[in-house]
């Protein structure tokens, strides 16, 4: 399930590769059978596009989002089943295999790089570990080659909006951010991803000023670096 808003692209100066040293950010969030990416079930995961506006303005883009089928002797924790709501055997759940649910998502990302410049995705998400955990886990058990995700780093909203809002937990953080937030609606992968995106956008444009001048001085030194010249291994 994918939805495509209208997105304008940024000038080359304003360019994606270039605000984040090439790196693309993409909102990710999974809802799962427990908090062990090893054992638990992955059901459902959301992965939400961020565009660059003409202004250079971060905004939400488009979401894709699908629910997942347990893999074979996944374990699954009743009570992570009560906070999601989910039903990962209804007989009317559109559940797809991992492998299908991953390569559908990380086919729509690789066209976001290329279309944007950037050389590789940076996974961003509400405590990012666990999700990120619970994506390369799942890569691992389908034996996906082309992951367009950096393996190890990734941006925490949790970190951002401690710093930027004071609070870490997503339904404060955005609530205090002046966003809505509909409490029925959370847990769910694409909602919470939509929220952390919407987030996640709102913190970066408030440091649009920083990042003028930071740029600037990156500039003064010499440092031109573009998405072709980063290791797509390397640490950010």
Same mark, same amino acid.
């Given at each position: 399930m994918s939805e495509q808003p209208e997105s304008r692209a940024a000038p080359p100066g304003l360019a994606m590769a270039n605000r984040f040293r090439g790196f693309?950010?993409?909102? @990710?969030?999974?809802?799962? *059978? *427990? &908090?062990?990416a090893a054992t638990d079930a992955l059901l459902e995961i959301a992965a939400v596009l961020i565009?660059?506006?003409a +202004?250079?303005?971060?905004?939400?883009g488009a979401t894709h989002c699908y629910h997942v089928k347990p893999f074979e002797g996944s374990h699954i924790e009743p009570a992570? %089943? +009560?906070?999601?709501?989910?039903?990962?055997y209804h007989p009317l759940r559109p559940a797809l295999p991992e492998r299908d649910a991953? +390569?559908? @998502? &990380?086919?729509?990302?690789?066209?976001?790089?290329?279309?944007? *410049?950037?050389r590789r995705a940076i996974l961003v998400g509400h405590n990012a570990a &666990?999700? %990120?955990?619970f994506v390369n886990a799942a890569i691992r058990r389908t034996e996906i080659k082309r992951n367009p995700f950096h393996p190890f780093s990734c941006f925490d909203t949790a970190t951002l909006a401690g710093a930027a809002l004071g609070q870490t937990v997503l339904a404060r953080a955005v609530q205090v951010?002046? %966003?809505?937030?509909?409490?029925?609606s959370a847990h769910s992968a694409r909602y919470d991803a939509e929220r952390t995106a919407d987030l996640f956008c709102l913190v970066c444009n408030r440091l649009r000023a920083s990042f003028t001048e930071a740029q600037a001085r990156a500039e003064m030194l010499g440092w031109h670096i573009t998405a072709s010249e980063i290791d797509p291994g390397e640490d950010i």
């Open positions: 693309l950010p993409v909102v @990710v969030d999974v809802e799962t *059978g *427990g &908090f062990n565009d660059l506006d +202004q250079g303005v971060l905004r939400r992570a %089943l +009560q906070i999601n709501g989910i039903d990962p991953l +390569q559908r @998502v &990380f086919r729509e990302i690789r066209h976001a790089i290329r279309s944007h *410049g950037c &666990f999700d %990120l955990g951010a002046g %966003l809505d937030w509909d409490r029925s």
